[in-house]
């Protein structure tokens, strides 16, 4: 492994680990906490602040050279980037749902390299590095091996940024071609359960980079394909994202909209 991803892999390893914690902690005190809303449905808790702001001075004094891109802070990026989301699945942590995590990704000119996904109430790590593929807990994982989309299960993501019309369009769209759909209100934490085989894939017609980043990593590791993700100003930006466990990726393809490619 080329020593650069490596030394970054394992001193971040442990500070997202303690990032966990530290939300973790907010997370069992949460009826003490200001829970606000940025916006329609879009949930706030001073655990996202104070998480962000702690993985900017760890990965800052570690690596005073990289740039840090966080949900909170903002941030444009660089050559050596991380792109934080401090808690994903906001609005389960303020309800008490433990399928929340916090996901940090690692991109090199422009390339993912590196991503952790940490949800700490549920106890499950789930890391990779480019080339090296993807475990949970240290174990390895895989993509389902599904191969008829009638069998299929796929998470599809919902946010206030884009119609509602284009997500239940959707919805309709995948049911038609024989699949099942769920929303488990973290598209972190979706990627990663393409990436374990729990679903077979994860789509959203907007997302941004901080919910993607680490899954994007952690499944193509574990053998999902994916779109194009960080093309454009993928940074601030966005993109659709579709991945999807490989025997059924061409029937996905065909009723996702806005239009994509998947990359093998
Ligand atoms: C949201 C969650 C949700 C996804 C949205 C995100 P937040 O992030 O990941 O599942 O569908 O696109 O904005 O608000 O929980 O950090
Ligand atoms: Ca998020």
């Known amino acids: 492994m080329d020593p650069f991803i490596q030394e970054r892999r ?10 966990g914690l530290l939300a973790l902690d907010y997370f069992q005190r949460r009826h003490e906490l200001v829970i606000s809303l940025k916006g329609r449905q ?13 993985l900017r001075q760890k990965i800052g004094q570690a690596f005073p050279n ?9 941030g444009t990026g660089g050559d050596a980037m991380w792109i934080a989301d401090p808690i994903d699945g906001t609005a389960n942590f303020a309800r008490g749902d433990r399928q929340w995590c916090v996901s940090l990704g690692f991109a090199r000119h422009g390339v993912p390299e590196i991503g952790f996904i940490f949800a700490p109430a549920q106890d499950e790590f789930y890391e990779a590095v480019r080339g090296a593929g993807a475990t949970m807990n240290d174990q390895p994982i895989r993509v ?10 796929i998470e599809l993501g919902w946010s206030p940024r884009r119609p509602t019309g284009d997500y239940l369009a959707l919805i309709g769209r995948t049911m038609e071609a024989g699949a099942t759909v769920k929303r488990s209100a973290s598209g972190a934490l979706g990627m990663a359960h393409v990436a374990n085989s729990r679903t077979d894939g994860y789509g959203e017609v907007h997302i941004n980079s901080w919910d993607v980043l680490a899954g994007l990593v952690i499944a193509r590791e574990a053998g999902a394909l994916i779109n194009d993700f960080c093309s454009g100003p993928w940074v601030t930006e966005g993109n659709p994202i579709l991945c999807v466990t490989p025997g059924i990726a061409k029937d996905l393809e065909k009723v996702f909209e806005p239009r994509v490619e998947l990359q093998t």
């Open 10 to 19: 394992d001193i971040v390893r442990d500070i997202v680990r303690e990032a």
């Open 42 to 54: 879009d949930w706030l808790t001073e655990a996202d602040g104070a998480v962000e702001t702690f």
């Open 66 to 74: 990289d740039q840090i891109v966080g949900e909170e802070q903002g």
């Open 144 to 153: 389902a091996p599904t191969h008829d989309i009638r069998h299929a299960v």
